[in-house]
């Protein structure tokens, strides 16, 4: 701001610097090449006349309600910065916010403008189903998906049965494929892998077929 003073004999300008925490800043970019990280570039170009100190970014998985991670990063290390400790495969909210010597801005009006990013995928995996009927069925994974969920069975015949599941409600990536073992009750209790069979299939169902009666 500036105040003019006039007289006779001349005018005098006097400029006074207004100083105070930073205004909105923002959020320039957010990418993921690891499954479990953020890269993000910030910028704060309302920085209350006074040099960046730190910024902070606030996280959420995307549909909840509560802003309850958060991470801060020294503005003075080059950026970008690498959010951790995230799912893979995952939606995320982000918003930022920064701070000078006088502190953060309070309310959510310091924040920039949410953005929503998804995580990287954790590799390829194998997912199995659980047990059903008479049916014995194992699973491993080859990386850290949940389980498929609502998994059934229908009989259609003697030696015919449609198994069917929904994916995995923390996929962490896409399924390539779904594997499922099956071996008859009383092998599996004797744990003989000699007659266990599979079924490999890219959807949500599979034909379980040649079985005994």
Known sequence: NTIEAGARSGQATVEIRIEGPPQ??????????????????????EDGNSSITEYKVEYRVAGTSDWTSQQTFNAANLQPYTLIGLHAYTLYELRATAANKYGYESGDMAFSAVTRVTTAQDGEFVVLLISFLHIGVVFVLLSAPGPPSRARALMIGPHWVVVSWSP??????????????????????????????????????????MLCP
């Open 24 to 45: 909105k800043c923002t959020l320039l970019s957010a990418n993921s090449y690891d499954a479990s990280e953020l890269n993000i570039t910030l910028n704060c170009p």
């Open 168 to 209: 995995p409600s923390q996929p962490n990536g896409h399924p390539s494929y779904y594997l499922v073992y099956y071996q008859r009750v009383e092998f599996r209790q004797a744990r003989d892998d000699s007659v266990t069979r599979a079924v490999n299939v890219t959807g949500t169902s599979a034909n379980v077929t």
